[in-house]
């Protein structure tokens, strides 16, 4: 079946690196990779929808600046933290969709990013 | 717009109980509906869907989900569960294509499988 991999799947670094994290489809071409942040115990919060080649769609109350996402080819989205704060701490999911067909999102296995 | 509802944020069972985990959903408009696994600090994993046809769906470790669409449902239930069914879970709507493909998602139920 189609795959999404994620990587790093665990990113520990100080207060004000800049992290990026990749998201890659395997074995279909996805014109559209969606980013969400997952807090503790809560659902999926969807931060951004991103479209190869044009830039992302952001959602209300997500800083374009801070959290960058560039969708380069069919198969390869990143999403960059910049100057990276603890309140950035949280864990990360990527996911894929070949919009042509009837097919539903599959999904990375997740990076758990924690600033000191 | 869409909406899904979890109302359990927990639900804890004994091993071999049998197990309900309910999601309500609201939409204007037809949609297909899904079931995702999270594990510990992991991603979502598609469990099962529902797109058309037959309302009762299954998976391939025991899981089935009916969609009723007078009730607007979707609830996910196992006749016995085993530990290893301890985990998170998402149930999640989405517009067929032609719509928005954005997937709505509830808020996740936490199945807590006591030995």
């Known amino acids: 079946g189609a795959v999404v991999s994620q990587h790093p799947s665990r990113v520990i670094c100080k207060s004000g690196t800049s992290v990026k994290i990749e998201c890659r489809s395997l074995?279909?071409?996805?014109?559209?990779m969606f980013w969400y942040r997952q807090f503790p115990k809560q659902s999926l919060m969807l931060m951004a929808t991103s479209n190869e080649g044009s830039k992302a769609t952001y959602e209300q109350g997500v800083e374009k600046d801070k959290f960058l996402i560039n969708h380069a080819s069919l198969t390869l989205s990143t999403l960059t933290v910049t100057s990276a704060h603890p309140e950035d701490s949280s864990f990360y999911i990527c996911s894929a969709s070949d919009r042509g067909r009837n097919q539903p999102q599959h999904f990375g296995d997740g990076t758990r990013l924690s600033i000191l | 717009a869409q909406s899904v509802t979890q109302l359990d944020s927990q639900v804890p069972v004994f091993e071999e109980a049998p197990v309900e985990l309910r999601c309500n959903y609201s939409s204007s408009v037809s949609v297909y509906l899904f079931w995702y696994v999270q594990y510990p600090n992991q991603g979502l994993q598609l469990l099962l869907k529902?797109?058309?046809?037959?309302?009762l769906v299954k998976s391939i470790n025991g899981f089935e989900a009916e969609f009723n669409k007078s009730q607007t449902s979707f609830h996910l239930r196992k006749p016995s569960v085993h530990i290893s069914d301890t985990a998170e879970y998402f149930c999640?709507?989405?517009?067929?294509?032609?719509?928005?493909?954005?997937?709505?998602f509830g808020r996740g139920t936490s199945l807590i499988v006591h030995p």
């Open positions: 529902y797109l058309s046809g037959s309302t």
């Open positions: 074995d279909f071409q996805a014109t559209t």
């Open positions: 999640a709507v989405r517009t067929p294509p032609g719509g928005s493909y954005i997937p709505t």
